[in-house]
């Protein structure tokens, strides 16, 4: 079998899997959202913390709810790196350096995972277990809180309401994170991933003398890395390392839980406002860019031209052998169309194309299907934009779901796209125009341009993956990555909630003769049009500069 053919089945499978779970899952999830029941675990929870999980909340105060547990999970985490040289099961490792810490401490409650540490050789079981891990759960249940709330603020009519912010954090860790991550976890255990608390032990090589390894409870991390749309690994190579991804399989099924949350949310979508077509359109649109990024990603892998990459079936640099250019390919598009950042192949020595298809679908705002959470209330945002521009062109006052986009509304959606290309664009203008952060690029020219684009791209848009040439650890890129990850989480989730808040005050408009009908193929494409159309006039300048050159140039 040519590995072209192999690449199509496992894309096919891939998508037959996702078909398969859609279903079931966007309802369990809508049931869980809309339920007034509350668990006996749930109400342990809600005591320890003191929260009232019937009460309604308004906006503002689920967002300083947000804003509060976010703060203290930062505080917490950054708490626990300082503290880890005096932590049993520290496996001797040091406490991490305040900066290292910090950028660390926001990267994962900001559900980015980027990291500039080599996680085998810095962090302990306590760390990995009970700091890392545990972010990774709440971080993508904040997620999908936000989203939540935002698909209430469209249900919902002359209340202003938008829930709890706890129940909705509760339930959504305890009734759809922990039972899927239990059974997968199980999965990646049987295909051969680690899951102990052993220390470090000594290896013999091949070619002589010894490394050292340590063990870890890998695989109940792992899964929740890629489920959640974390992204942080256990080690140091990520999803690439045969402890954490060791067959084929385990790498069709950790891509399978990327992608398998933001599609099905989608259909709870569709369940909790009462129209499931409005979740297909989204889901067409979602599928469409996923499917069209991932086929120009194979095609460009497996065709670039040289002698070498002729010989070698295609441009194999960077990749493990095990997975191949096919499911190497598949992985580096569900990893940046979503916010995961994980990886199982070296991003920077794809080619030039290459990498800039990874780079413009984190730049997309990750909507495709995007993160836990943040793809749907991203998708969410740019059909507001998109039924805006429809009613610019008939003139009309546009409606999305009996809801009338006014002024306040395309303010609030505007701020929440420019945000992250501001981001993005300013600090990486800043890196290149000083003398220090460039001494941390290893590449010059377009492929050094690129590094450190990709690198806040990634940041701001909470992705975590790299470039891996450029050298991240270092006060400066700490800080200003920290940063960028922050503002490009929770600046966006205040547009969110304040939306939705004004949603849900209004009273619902009926449907007319002329009301744009946003559940058709027509929406689906003025969606997709509007998504690209906007972030190639943000973006292209800079990609110019970057991958496009330096594809135009091999």
Known sequence: MSPVTAGALQLLALISALALAYRPLGDHMARVYSSEKHYRPEKWIYRAVGANPSAQM???????????????????LYALQRFQGVLPGSLGFVSIDPDQAFNTA?????NTNWQSYYGEQAMGHVVQTGGLAVQNFVSAAVGMAVAVALVRGFSRSRTGELGNFWADLVRGT????????????????????????????EVGQFTGGTQQWNGGAVASQEVIKELGTNGGGYFNANSAHPFENPTPFSNLFEIFLILLIPFALTRTFGRMTGNLRQGYTLLATMAAIWIGFTALMMW??????????????????????????????????????????AVNSFHSSYTGFGGGITMLGMQLGEIAPGGVGSGLYGML??????????????????EYLGRKIGTRQIKLAACYILITPALVLCFTAVALALPTPADSMTNSGAHGFSEILYAYTSGA??????????????????????????????????????????????????????????????????????????????????????????????
Not at 106 to 110: G, M, Q, R, T
């Open 300 to 341: 460009t892998e497996f065709t670039h031209h040289g002698p070498a990459l002729e010989l070698a079936g295609g441009a194999m640099e960077g990749k493990e052998t095990r997975f191949g250019i096919g499911g190497s390919s598949i992985f580096a598009v569900a990893t940046t169309l979503t916010s995961t950042g």
């Open 106 to 110: 926001a990267s994962f409650v900001a």
């Open 381 to 398: 945002i740019m059909a507001v934009v998109a039924v805006f521009i429809a009613g610019l062109m008939v003139g009309r006052t546009p």
């Open 58 to 76: 308004r906006w503002p105060a689920y967002l300083r709810a947000v804003l509060a547990f976010s703060a203290v999970s930062v505080l917490f």
């Open 174 to 201: 305890v009734r759809i994170l922990l039972p899927i991550s239990v059974v997968g976890a199980v999965v990646l255990v049987a295909c051969g991933v680690l899951q102990n608390f052993s220390g470090i032990h």
């Open 461 to 554: 848009n909470n992705n975590g993956s790299a470039f891996a040439g450029l050298n991240a650890d270092t006060q400066w890129f700490n800080t200003t990555i920290g940063i960028a990850m922050l503002l490009g989480r929770f600046l966006p989730i205040v547009f969110v909630l304040a939306l939705a808040g004004s949603l849900a005050e209004q009273r619902p408009v009926p449907d007319t003769a002329g009301t744009l009908r946003t559940d058709k193929p027509l929406f689906a494409g003025l969606l997709a049009g509007t998504i690209l159309i906007i972030t190639g006039l943000t973006y292209f300048p800079a990609l110019a500069l970057g991958p496009l050159a330096e594809g135009l140039a091999s």
